[in-house]
T-cell receptor
Framework: QQQVKQSPQSLIVQKGGISIINCAYENTAFDYFPWYQQFPGKGPALLIAIRPDVSEKKEGRFTISFNKSAKQFSLHIMDSQPGDSATYFC????????????FGKGTRLHILP | DVKVTQSSRYLVKRTGEKVFLECVQDMDHENMFWYRQDPGLGLRLIYFSYDVKMKEKGDIPEGYSVSREKKERFSLILESASTNQTSMYLCASMTSSEQFFGPGTRLTVL
């Protein structure tokens, strides 16, 4: 049973456009939702994260929108740049319990120059 | 600066060989993880460990085993490598809410 569903699997966006990646979760006990970014030849690295007590978190061009009632959250990349081309993973976990993180299947994002 | 290192970036083995993948972290983290990454399947958890000599099965443990004799080192073992174990293997260590990944080992089993 997949606990975190991510879409789309791949995404192509023009430079300067907005990239949007969506995720849905099932376990209402999750209380921490990170996004990881992976460049080719590298391991994933934490990009941005949100807790369900807020509906939005913004860091530079990256924004997480969170809808607790719908059990959905999304990553928006504003003014997308070729350097943003990477694979993005959404995830969910039980924060501060040293538990494992449940990852979505990933979205391969390509920004056209 | 946080660092997770993996012993090899690329590895080619033959079917039936015993394969060791090593991972070392320098952050004194208790939790360590092994994943495999395949196109369209994302990150799948193989095994994880909460402490020295402790291990827990992940989602796809079949065909793998692990060893954690020291806190900083977590090894993944393929007892008898098979072609369907050709994949990218990622090791991670974890603080309370963030996982730190190594660069990965691309294993090819011929």
């Amino acid at each position: 049973q997949q606990q975190v569903k991510q879409s789309p699997q791949s995404l192509i966006v023009q430079k300067g456009g907005i990239s949007i990646i969506n995720c849905a979760y099932e376990n209402t006990a999750f209380d921490y939702f990170p996004w990881y970014q992976q460049f080719p030849g590298k391991g994933p690295a934490l990009l941005i994260a949100i807790r369900p007590d807020v509906s939005e978190k913004k860091e530079g061009r990256f924004t997480i929108s969170f809808n607790k009632s719908a059990k959905q959250f999304s990553l928006h990349i504003m003014d997308s740049q070729p350097g943003d081309s990477a694979t993005y993973f959404c995830a969910a976990s039980l924060d501060f319990r040293d538990d494992k993180i449940i990852f979505g299947k990933g979205t391969r994002l390509h920004i056209l120059p | 600066d946080v660092k997770v290192t993996q012993s090899s970036r690329y590895l080619v083995k033959r079917t039936g060989e015993k394969v060791f993948l090593e991972c070392v972290q320098d952050m004194d983290h208790e939790n360590m993880f092994w994943y495999r990454q395949d196109p369209g399947l994302g990150l799948r958890l193989i095994y994880f460990s909460y402490d020295v000599k402790m291990k827990e099965k992940g989602d796809i443990p079949e065909g793998y085993s692990v060893s954690r004799e020291k806190k900083e080192r977590f090894s993944l073992i393929l007892e008898s490598a098979s072609t369907n174990q050709t994949s990218m293997y990622l090791c991670a260590s974890m603080t309370s809410s963030e996982q730190f990944f190594g660069p990965g080992t691309r294993l090819t089993v011929l």
